[in-house]
C-alpha cells in the first residue's frame, strides 16, 4: 500500500504526538514501540483504520495516548466528509473503540 506524502507526514506528527503524551504518562517513546513489538500496544495504523481514518473521507485532526484507569488509550479526533468531528477512545492494546462522540 503506498500511503501520499501528506498523509505519510501526517501519521508521522501523529506518532510523535502519541509519543509524547505517552512519556507524560510515565511511559517513554521506547516503552511505547516496545509495546507495539510484543503485540501490547497496536500500531498506529491500526488504530486510525479503527476510528474510521480515511484520507478520502474524513481527516485526522488530533491523536493522543494516555493512560487511563490503568490502561493505554488513544483519543483520536476526525473531521468527518460532513464537516462533523468525531472523537472516539480507542483500547490501545486490542484498536476496540471504547467510547464515540460526534460534535
Given at each position: 500500500m503506498?500511503?501520499?506524502t501528506?498523509?505519510?507526514?501526517?501519521?508521522?506528527?501523529?506518532?510523535?504526538?502519541?509519543?509524547?503524551?505517552?512519556?507524560?504518562?510515565?511511559?517513554?517513546p521506547?516503552?511505547?514501540l516496545?509495546?507495539v513489538?510484543?503485540?501490547?500496544?497496536?500500531?498506529?495504523g491500526?488504530?486510525?483504520a479503527?476510528?474510521?481514518?480515511d484520507?478520502?473521507?474524513?481527516?485526522?485532526?488530533?491523536?493522543?495516548l494516555?493512560t487511563?484507569?490503568?490502561r493505554?488509550?488513544?483519543?483520536v479526533?476526525?473531521?468527518?466528509?460532513?464537516?462533523r468531528?468525531?472523537?472516539l477512545?480507542?483500547?490501545?492494546?486490542?484498536?476496540?473503540?471504547?467510547?464515540?462522540?460526534?460534535?
Amino acid at each position: 500500500m503506498i500511503i501520499p506524502t501528506p498523509f505519510a507526514a501526517a501519521l508521522l506528527c501523529c506518532s510523535l504526538a502519541s509519543a509524547t503524551a505517552a512519556h507524560a504518562d510515565g511511559l517513554g517513546p521506547e516503552d511505547a514501540l516496545r509495546g507495539v513489538d510484543r503485540g501490547q500496544i497496536r500500531p498506529l495504523g491500526q488504530i486510525l483504520a479503527a476510528a474510521g481514518v480515511d484520507e478520502q473521507r474524513s481527516r485526522l485532526v488530533e491523536i493522543s495516548l494516555v493512560t487511563e484507569r490503568s490502561r493505554l488509550v488513544y483519543t483520536v479526533t476526525v473531521l468527518s466528509e460532513n464537516g462533523r468531528y468525531r472523537v472516539l477512545k480507542l483500547d490501545a492494546a486490542t484498536a476496540k473503540i471504547l467510547t464515540e462522540e460526534t460534535k
